[in-house]
């Protein structure tokens, strides 16, 4: 799961910190301290589900091998490979420079709803509609 602006289901080619999508999606300058903190929120809450999303493989796993289809060391290793993958992603994703985009295409994705962004400001909530229409636009070039 690489940094990439998405719709719905299809993952668009663009990644979050190459030259075309930084041109593309200008940077929210002068954020409120208010408008900050939602964006840290809102990253928090993203970030948690898709985590609980991804750590429900590890149970299965371990679920697995208490039936005997796996041994440890074979989930040792899944494990090893969640947290070097998906967990580092997903920490990169939500922790570094562009949180604001991770929470768009979070949104975007369902994996934030619209009752989660409600106390956003109206002017973060049109940058997040004019990011979506541009992501939208660029998987469709």
């Known amino acids: 799961m690489a940094n990439c602006v998405s719709s719905g289901h299809r993952t668009a080619s663009v990644h979050l ?3 075309k999508f930084q041109r593309r999606f200008r940077m929210i ?7 900050r903190r939602h964006i840290r929120e ?6 948690e589900r898709e985590l609980r999303t991804a750590i429900t493989v ?3 796993s371990i679920r697995q091998m208490e039936a005997g289809d796996l ?5 040792s290793e899944i494990i090893h490979k969640h ?7 997903l920490y990169s994703k ?4 562009f949180t604001w985009y991770a929470v768009c295409r979070a949104h975007m994705d369902g994996i934030l709803t619209d009752r989660d962004i409600e106390g956003i ?3 973060m909530r049109s940058e997040m509609n004019r990011i979506t229409a541009d992501a939208m636009e660029m998987q469709r070039e």
Do not use: C, I, M
């Not at 809102?42 to 970030?47: R, T």
């Not at 041994?71 to 989930?75: A, G, I, R, S, Y």
């Open 121 to 123: 400001s109206d002017r």
């Open 94 to 97: 939500y922790s570094h420079s």
């Open 71 to 75: 041994n440890p060391f074979q989930v």
């Open 29 to 35: 300058h002068d954020l409120t301290k208010q408008e």
């Open 58 to 60: 590890l149970g299965q």
């Open 42 to 47: 809102l990253a928090g809450l993203a970030w």
């Open 17 to 19: 910190n190459s030259g």
């Open 83 to 89: 947290h070097n993958g998906v967990a580092r992603e």
